[in-house]
Structures are given as C-alpha cells and as structure tokens.
C-alpha cells in the first residue's frame, strides 16, 4: 500500500465520525438495523490503518527520580 496524503486519513476519520454519528440518531428513532450498520461501518472506517506521510515524534520520557 503507497503512502497517502494527510487529508485522507482526516477524511476517513470525519466520515467515521458521521457515519457513528448517524448510527446514534438512527437507534434513538427505534432503527436498530441501519443503526448497527453506521456503526459497524463508522467502527471499520475508523479502525482500518492508513498510510500517510506524517510522522508524529514524541518527547522522550524524563528518568524516574
């Protein structure tokens, strides 16, 4: 799988978010299908890896004293 650019894997993340979102709204009006659906799809979106370019470096941890 190639690298892809930062805004994909924002994409993915806001559409997981909507689609969980939707699955919420969709099981308060008693649509307990589609609501399993959104979420399971929301769940899969949000969950499946994807490769980008950026890289997130996090400060090393100070000595325990």
Same mark, same amino acid.
């Given at each position: 799988m190639s690298?892809?650019?930062a805004w #994909?894997? %924002?994409l993915g993340? +806001? %559409?997981a978010i909507c689609c969980i979102v939707q699955a919420v709204v969709d099981f308060r009006r008693k649509r307990? #299908?589609?609501s399993a659906f959104g979420?399971?799809?929301g769940m899969t979106l949000m969950l499946t890896p994807v490769e980008s370019? #950026? +890289?997130i +470096? %996090?400060?090393a941890s100070a000595p325990a004293d």
């Open positions: 690298e892809q650019p #994909v894997a %924002l993340c +806001t %559409l307990y #299908v589609w979420f399971l799809f370019r #950026v +890289t +470096t %996090l400060p």
